[in-house]
């Protein structure tokens, strides 16, 4: 059973309409959604959805009533003073360009804000090790992107004294239910892979990791109800004992290497929070290709 937790007030946009046969009325329009509103969210335990309602009333007709499905995309860190900040950050306009389209102010502080996060570069090393030594060092040059957007880093393994086999990265979503609205008390969250990057590194020096945000995403946000944050999820094979390096080949042309037949192994796995923020929208409706009309008989 679904429970309403957001409901605006309802418009009429005409009265006493009078369409004739082949005749086309068109109308506009406008609602302002809350900035505290949960953005739209399909998970196991929760779900957030919104519809947008349509009715229509034919004299001495029922009510016909269509509901349009509809995604909402929120930034969990704006607060109203955001807008007041920003426009005192922002110099003043240019008096001799003019503004070919409307703009909404508080739409545009929202998007810049999300940019000036996302576009921040501050990158952060990891030296990643095991019980018996070090594996590599890891790089990531910032923790917030946007979604649409590629999770870049790289792997220095020369750094390692262990040597590595294998590594997976995966984005996973993470989705936290509050106690109070838990079904059971030992309620685990629910954890999903949205992408993965992996590759075999053994031999390798360096690596780099490339791994997609896929726009269908829901951003990381936190309600009174749940809390959606997303991990890295690294995993590496390394070697339990240490294996024969091979020199650089001196003759002309190389020469071919064979890995070894048999190798003891360990895996090892290591969780790297990662926060993702919305959008355009307009970017946001590119991985939905498909195009619907829904029409309202009276």
Known sequence: ???????TKTKVLACSLEVGPGEVKKFLFTENIPHNAPPSFRGQSVKYSYKLCIGSQKLGESTSLLRLPI????????????????????????PFIEETSPKDPVVDVIMQSVQ?????????????ANARGKVCKFCLYKKNFRLGEDIVGSFDFSFG???CIQYSVSLQSVESVEKQFRVKEDQPDK????????EVC?????????????????????????????LLH??????????????????????????PAKVDIETMVWDLPVTIHPTFPTHAAL????????????
């Open 287 to 298: 991985h939905s290709t498909i195009q619907t009309v829904q029409s309202s008989r009276i």
């Open 1 to 7: 059973m679904g429970l309403a937790v957001l409901s």
């Open 202 to 230: 053994l031999g390798f020096a360096q690596s780099h990791l490339v791994l997609p945000v896929p726009l269908h995403l829901t951003p990381s946000f936190s309600t009174n109800i749940c809390r959606v944050h997303y």
């Open 191 to 198: 954890v999903q892979s949205q992408s993965k990057h992996h």
């Open 234 to 259: 690294f995993e590496f094979v390394t070697s339990v004992s240490p294996l024969d390096r091979q020199g650089v080949p001196e003759e002309v042309g190389g020469s071919e290497w064979q890995g």
């Open 116 to 128: 000036e996060v996302t576009s921040r570069k501050n990158a952060s090393f990891y030296v990643i």
């Open 161 to 163: 004294d262990v040597d």
């Open 71 to 94: 995604r909402i995309l929120s930034v969990d860190t704006y607060s109203p003073n955001m807008m007041r900040e920003i426009e005192e950050n922002l110099g003043p306009s240019n």
